[in-house]
């Protein structure tokens, strides 16, 4: 882990205590192999008198009660056979059954899509937990099962209910049976002990005295401090406990919760109407906004009215534990933004060697233009009223989202965020995307990557600033940089301002290769008339789009710092988020230039494989001549297996292609327009006949190259093709280059 990007959570939570976002805090971060971060912030209390936080502070957990103690006892119950996810509430509890709600499942009410209400009024608790469930049994549900996602407390309520009938023990005992008190969790439960109660944190007024180890919920309260919707405390050091068996698959140390099978059914999240959700646990849905943005989509997480948070993510052996008592003194407290941010330089702080194992070295400190704009308060944006055009990989160098820093700026005002091809979280593979809602701000996102390409004078209402903030790979035919092009159209026929927030060309800045665009064979995959590897920033070419298409428009750069032109993305320190889909590693990047150029024949270049754009093949190919073939050709830095792979989805998705592994062997001599040129070569010499050229031009854009391929010139011959074209794009290039 990085310390230095730790340590920065000391700054942004000076920053909330200044703010009186929360009075205190305990910030936990920790992986399988142990804790990395603990520390203690503020006060615990404020009121009557004032109390520092320690890391032993006991907190109302409020919500986490949900999937810690609730969820977690249903699925101990599935483990041993009591329970069916998929049988009715009713099978276990009868008079649920009442007023429509004989279909509603365990599992939509694990999910939230049972269709009931949120909270049922307080007064149906006046006659404690057993008038509560009876008046709980006669509610009607609000929509059909599964038909919406309505966060709802009574679910959960009705889930503890459950436990109950079946085991026999409450919530509470059975939690601490099967849970809390094998994983050694010794200051988890409900009704905290009076020794406890003394180091809890206190949360608001109740009857004329403050709330110290006393629930929180009045719902909870009413019912005696035992619900399945909340009522746990708990202290960071324990929960860290639970979350390392979350991250042991359900095991920890000799100890065994969940068995793998359980565990994977509780944590894998699926779709429900606007978000993902697992089985007592948030994935991604409005109530994410504590969700770090680097992590996988395989992490779960929830959090508390409280201000309490939990994060754990299997793929990064990271979780991330916030605790605090946001809503003391007078319930005002925000602190859900705050979470999101210590759990993203958590993230952050996780750096990848090009082997796969976590390092500690962290690189040069590289800037992007977003880190700039930050450093100088956001300066460039200030009184605007901004359109971002961003995704997932619009992130800070801490790994805070662009959307999130913009939002929450001052004097910065964020109308509507624009998304890309592969949609604002670039997780889509589909020929058109919907416009959809940020689940962070609740902001429109419109889609430029659906029926329209550009931004629209509807979607323009009430924008002064168009932002650009995306990570493009340094490949004409890589669709960002069109989508750029065309805001920047958009914005000089609307008088709007276009500001770019620079980013490195992860593949240098220096290497140009491959056919120029020919004018008048523009498209969305060629915008502009550029070599296939053009070795510029999207800063660079936004001010080369300006000039040369005559664009009038106040264009403004907020520049890269730190970064040599020669540098590939891994000399930077920075995090790599993969910018879609298809391009997973630098590799990749480096790699697509070249082997994207054939994509569009009848071969698979690997999509539905975990190596896209490393492997091409087909059911046609015969693995062992084209290797041959490939490698007597000498293309410098690199060497071809022969492979046989199966793909998953796209090109001959589920059958046997034969094919090879492109391996890099010398990147500082290898070129990937060489490579590309020679698979071509190769596939005319072994497989005229059964490789379809149909569709060869469409991402070369170069008819003269097609031809030269077909009548099998050599790669340097057909690499002279483009030599005079590529020394005058070397001169208009010149004058809008940014970087030494």
Excluded at 210 to 232: K, S, Y
Excluded at 516 to 544: D, I, K
Aim: charge should be negative; hydrophobic fraction near 40%; include cysteine.
């Amino acid at each position: 882990m990085d310390s230095a990007r730790l340590n920065r959570i000391d700054e942004i939570v000076s920053d909330g205590l200044k703010q009186e976002k929360m009075p205190g805090c305990v910030v936990l971060i920790g992986r399988r192999e142990g804790i990395v971060f603990r520390r203690a912030y503020g006060f615990r209390q404020l009121q009557p008198v004032k109390a520092e936080m320690t890391t032993d502070t006991v907190f109302d957990l409020a919500s986490l009660t949900k999937p810690i103690a609730t969820a977690t006892s249903i699925m101990v119950l599935v483990q041993q056979v009591k329970l069916d996810l998929n049988a009715t509430v009713a099978a276990y509890l009868p008079e649920f059954a009442q007023n429509g709600k004989d279909t509603i499942t365990l599992r939509h009410l694990l999910t939230h899509t049972g269709g009931l209400i949120p909270d049922n009024p307080i007064e149906d608790y006046a006659d404690g937990a057993a008038g509560a469930i009876s008046k709980i049994y006669e509610l009607k549900p609000t929509a059909a099962p599964g038909e919406s996602f309505d966060y709802s407390d009574v679910g959960f309520i009705v889930l503890g209910q459950i436990v109950k009938a079946v085991s026999g023990k409450d919530v509470h005992e059975f939690s601490q049976e099967h849970i809390f008190k094998p994983l050694n969790m010794a200051e988890t439960g409900f009704l905290p002990h009076d020794a406890i109660k003394l180091r809890a944190a206190v949360t608001q007024e109740r009857d004329g005295h403050w709330m110290q180890g006393e629930v929180h919920d009045p719902r909870a309260f009413a019912m005696g401090g035992i619900a399945g919707h909340a009522g746990l405390f708990s202290t960071a050091d324990d929960l860290a406990r639970y979350a390392t068996m979350m991250l042991g698959s359900g095991r920890l140390e000799n100890v065994q919760i969940l068995n793998e099978a359980t565990f994977k059914l509780m944590t894998t999240s699926v779709e429900i109407p606007r978000g993902r959700r697992a089985l007592g646990w948030d994935a991604k849905t409005g109530f994410s906004s504590n969700r770090s943005d680097l992590m996988s989509s395989q992490a779960f997480g929830h959090g508390g009215f409280t201000g309490t948070g939990v994060w754990i993510d299997p793929v990064q052996n990271l979780y991330y534990i916030f605790l605090s008592n946001r809503v003391h003194p007078d319930g005002k407290g925000l602190v859900n933004p705050l979470i999101g941010r210590i759990g993203t330089l958590a993230s952050a702080a996780i750096v990848q060697r090009q082997d796969g194992e976590n390092s500690d070295t962290s690189g040069r400190d590289v800037f992007n233009g977003i880190d700039v704009l930050q450093r100088t308060g956001f300066a460039t944006l200030k009184g605007r009223n901004v359109g971002l055009i961003t995704n997932q990989t619009g992130l800070s160098r801490d790994g805070v989202s662009t959307i999130r820093l913009l939002h929450d700026a001052d004097e910065v005002s964020l109308k509507a965020i624009f998304s890309p091809e592969h949609g604002l979280d670039g997780d889509l593979d589909i020929p058109n995307i919907s416009d959809q809602q940020d689940t962070t701000t609740g902001l429109h996102v419109f889609s430029l990557y659906g029926d329209q390409r550009r931004p629209t004078t509807e979607s323009l209402e009430g924008i002064d600033t168009l932002v650009f903030d995306i990570q493009d790979i340094g490949c004409r035919f890589y669709t960002y940089v069109s989508t750029m092009g065309h805001a920047m159209q958009a914005a000089s026929e609307h008088r709007i301002r276009f500001v770019v927030l620079d980013r490195v060309n992860p593949i240098n800045g220096v290497t140009v290769q491959g056919p120029v665009l020919a004018e008048g064979q523009e498209s969305f995959v060629g915008f502009h008339s550029l070599p296939v590897r053009h070795g510029m920033t999207a800063g660079e070419l936004a001010t080369m789009f300006r000039a040369e298409l005559k664009l009038d428009l106040e264009l403004d750069v907020v520049p890269v710092e730190g970064w040599n032109r020669n540098d590939y993305f891994d000399a930077t320190g920075l995090v790599w988020t993969d910018p879609s889909p298809n391009i997973r590693s630098l590799t990749q990047a480096l790699l697509y230039p070249g082997v994207g150029l054939i994509e569009m024949t009848n071969v698979s270049v690997g999509r539905g494989t975990d190596t896209p754009f490393e492997v091409v093949g087909a059911p046609w190919m015969d693995a062992r001549k084209l290797a041959v073939h490939l490698n007597e050709a000498g293309v410098p830095g690199v060497r071809f297996i022969p492979v046989h792979f199966t793909p998953t989805t796209s090109a001959f998705a589920g059958e046997t292609c034969q094919g090879v592994n492109i391996v890099v062997t010398d990147r500082g001599r290898f070129q990937p327009l060489s490579a590309g040129l020679q698979l071509m070569c190769s596939l005319i010499a072994v497989h005229r006949d059964q490789w379809d050229r149909t569709n060869l031009n469409r991402l070369l854009s170069s008819r003269k190259t097609v031809e030269a391929v077909e009548s099998g010139q050599s790669v340097h011959e057909i690499e002279l093709l483009w030599a005079e074209d590529l020394a005058r794009f070397l001169n208009r290039r010149r004058r809008f280059l940014r970087y030494e």
